[in-house]
């Protein structure tokens, strides 16, 4: 099983304009020691993704529905030490509750339909039951069995079989921060303002080691000055009492790194830890995140714009828009055999050794406005190969793979029941991506 699931997450922000939908029910997973790159345009959600995963979103944002699910045994039972009353085990709510009861509890009466209910939930539930394709753990972890009652809303520790794991979305928040730093860290985007500029570098990773690990303060200290020596801060003990200002711009970054692997986590998410610094920094930074989380294992979810980046460090890649998933795949598949139109409108743009192109090709147009996206494929405005039934439709994701759900796009041209297709293929020729419209009505 993998070590991080996120399921059907989507996260609002209410703003004075209307509702700002900036993931809209993202799925993905990710394994311990995997290296998991997430890309995509400014707007397209993956830092919102990323603050989602460490429950920071601040209002007026506000995470809608979804399930975020950590396993990892040890941090279970940490957890169900401290908070014996918020377990479920499965297998006995299995045996006890009838699924089609526990649903006609969430239709509502007359009067007061639940939420639920209005977002024709309900009707896709009883469908998936029909079929016989609902089962007591689909009612957890999308919420619906804490809705219908038969488990408390902060009931967070799964218990299924063999299988047990955390769902971050219904935990108590003193739980959360436990977790934070500890189990799932974050190097975020802008090492500057992510160091507060008055306490010591020193100070600063040594608190987190101090509030997680338990360490007395002289154990701290040996603690961090080993971990900017890791991350190849030269004359570390020295340093430890420095201020932020005091370091350059790529010292700044490893300092964060040092913070967010203080605790030796599960789970490392990297918003753009390479913006804003130079070629030579940026490989250092690079191959010191390879090092690191190949020593402990750790997975890795890193965020960026920069596709050479992905190729350089990740295994798996998920390309993002509008806050959607548009496509997934292992990096070399994706490179050289991209499924989605945007993803070749990203590999087109950028430049290669002896291209003698004058002009670079560019997406035209630019993100949608979230508050009103576009109907059908939220991409359409933007796409060279759209037809009618692309601004009608919206694609679902298609699995290449039968015995994975490593290679998906979410493209009318894979969709069966359509009477023409897109018309898109993608071949690869002499280290070029080229684009070859090979049937279909394409953009008038």
């Given at each position: 099983?993998?070590?991080?699931?996120?399921?059907?997450?989507?996260?609002?922000?209410?703003?004075?304009?209307?509702?700002?939908?900036?993931?809209?029910?993202?799925?993905?997973?990710?394994?311990?020691?995997?290296?998991?790159?997430?890309?995509?345009?400014?707007?397209?959600?993956?830092?919102?993704?990323?603050?989602?995963?460490?429950?920071?979103?601040?209002?007026?944002?506000?995470?809608?529905?979804?399930?975020?699910?950590?396993?990892?045994?040890?941090?279970?039972?940490?957890?169900?030490?401290?908070?014996?009353?918020?377990?479920?085990?499965?297998?006995?709510?299995?045996?006890?509750?009838?699924?089609?009861?526990?649903?006609?509890?969430?239709?509502?009466?007359?009067?007061?339909?639940?939420?639920?209910?209005?977002?024709?939930?309900?009707?896709?539930?009883?469908?998936?039951?029909?079929?016989?394709?609902?089962?007591?753990?689909?009612?957890?972890?999308?919420?619906?069995?804490?809705?219908?009652?038969?488990?408390?809303?902060?009931?967070?520790?799964?218990?299924?079989?063999?299988?047990?794991?955390?769902?971050?979305?219904?935990?108590?928040?003193?739980?959360?921060?436990?977790?934070?730093?500890?189990?799932?860290?974050?190097?975020?985007?802008?090492?500057?303002?992510?160091?507060?500029?008055?306490?010591?570098?020193?100070?600063?990773?040594?608190?987190?080691?101090?509030?997680?690990?338990?360490?007395?303060?002289?154990?701290?200290?040996?603690?961090?000055?080993?971990?900017?020596?890791?991350?190849?801060?030269?004359?570390?003990?020295?340093?430890?009492?420095?201020?932020?200002?005091?370091?350059?711009?790529?010292?700044?970054?490893?300092?964060?790194?040092?913070?967010?692997?203080?605790?030796?986590?599960?789970?490392?998410?990297?918003?753009?830890?390479?913006?804003?610094?130079?070629?030579?920094?940026?490989?250092?930074?690079?191959?010191?995140?390879?090092?690191?989380?190949?020593?402990?294992?750790t997975a890795v979810q890193l965020i960026t714009h920069d596709l050479g980046v992905v190729a350089e460090l990740c295994d798996q890649?998920?390309?993002?828009?509008?806050?959607?998933?548009?496509?997934?795949?292992?990096?070399?598949?994706?490179?050289?055999?991209?499924?989605?139109?945007?993803?070749?409108?990203?590999?087109?743009?950028?430049?290669?050794?002896?291209?003698?192109?004058?002009?670079?090709?560019?997406?035209?147009?630019?993100?949608?406005?979230?508050?009103?996206?576009?109907?059908?494929?939220?991409?359409?405005?933007?796409?060279?190969?759209?037809?009618?039934?692309?601004?009608?439709?919206?694609?679902?994701?298609?699995?290449?793979?039968?015995?994975?759900?490593?290679?998906?796009?979410?493209?009318?041209?894979?969709?069966?029941?359509?009477?023409?297709?897109v018309g898109f293929t993608v071949t690869v020729e002499d280290d070029r991506r080229m684009n070859e419209a090979v049937s279909g009505?394409?953009?008038?």
């Amino acid at each position: 099983m993998a070590l991080l699931e996120v399921e059907n997450l989507t996260v609002n922000f209410y703003t004075s304009e209307g509702v700002v939908t900036a993931v809209d029910e993202l799925t993905y997973e990710i394994d311990r020691g995997e290296k998991f790159g997430v890309v995509g345009e400014s707007g397209a959600g993956k830092s919102v993704t990323a603050l989602s995963l460490l429950r920071l979103i601040e209002s007026p944002g506000e995470i809608e529905r979804g399930s975020i699910r950590f396993r990892d045994p040890d941090t279970v039972a940490r957890l169900e030490e401290s908070y014996p009353d918020h377990v479920v085990d499965v297998e006995e709510l299995r045996n006890e509750y009838d699924l089609e009861a526990v649903i006609e509890r969430l239709e509502g009466d007359d009067d007061e339909e639940t939420e639920l209910a209005d977002n024709h939930r309900y009707d896709e539930l009883k469908e998936s039951l029909a079929a016989g394709e609902l089962d007591m753990r689909d009612l957890i972890d999308q919420g619906h069995a804490s809705e219908a009652g038969v488990i408390g809303e902060e009931d967070f520790i799964v218990y299924d079989g063999d299988e047990q794991y955390v769902e971050l979305l219904r935990a108590p928040e003193a739980a959360v921060r436990s977790l934070r730093g500890n189990n799932v860290a974050m190097i975020f985007q802008d090492a500057q303002t992510a160091l507060n500029p008055v306490y010591t570098v020193g100070e600063q990773i040594s608190e987190a080691i101090r509030h997680h690990l338990d360490y007395s303060d002289e154990e701290a200290k040996q603690r961090t000055i080993e971990l900017l020596d890791q991350v190849g801060i030269p004359d570390a003990e020295n340093r430890y009492t420095d201020y932020p200002h005091e370091f350059s711009g790529g010292m700044q970054q490893r300092a964060v790194i040092a913070m967010a692997l203080s605790c030796d986590p599960d789970v490392l998410i990297a918003d753009e830890p390479t913006t804003a610094l130079d070629v030579t920094t940026e490989a250092k930074i690079l191959d010191l995140l390879r090092d690191i989380t190949d020593e402990f294992d750790t997975a890795v979810q890193l965020i960026t714009h920069d596709l050479g980046v992905v190729a350089e460090l990740c295994d798996q890649v998920m390309v993002m828009y509008a806050g959607q998933p548009v496509e997934k795949a292992p990096v070399e598949e994706l490179y050289y055999d991209p499924k989605h139109p945007y993803t070749v409108g990203l590999m087109s743009s950028i430049p290669r050794i002896g291209d003698d192109r004058e002009r670079l090709q560019t997406i035209p147009g630019s993100m949608p406005d979230l508050i009103d996206t576009p109907s059908g494929c939220s991409f359409h405005p933007r796409c060279p190969y759209a037809e009618d039934a692309c601004k009608r439709k919206e694609p679902k994701m298609v699995e290449f793979d039968e015995e994975s759900e490593s290679r998906s796009a979410k493209c009318l041209e894979y969709t069966d029941d359509l009477e023409d297709g897109v018309g898109f293929t993608v071949t690869v020729e002499d280290d070029r991506r080229m684009n070859e419209a090979v049937s279909g009505e394409h953009h008038e």
